[in-house]
């Protein structure tokens, strides 16, 4: 298992882990693949934007990387 992803990481730190975690933000309807923000937006700061389960996303984002 790699580095445990946290609500402090930004998008882009996440995104740069691998493309499994683009899917995750697809799957919560986050544009963030391809957001300007995406460089300095931490997952925190995303979730809060887009009215998501913080506990959500990272339990899903985590389980990515067991994949």
Partial sequence: MSQKITKDLTFHD???MGPEY???FI???MGCV???AARYET???GANAHGISLED???DLNAAQDR
């Fill in 14 to 16: 996440v995104l740069e």
């Fill in 22 to 24: 683009a899917q995750v």
């Fill in 27 to 29: 799957r919560y309807n």
């Fill in 34 to 36: 391809g957001c300007a």
């Fill in 43 to 45: 997952i925190e700061q």
């Fill in 57 to 59: 996303l990272l339990k």
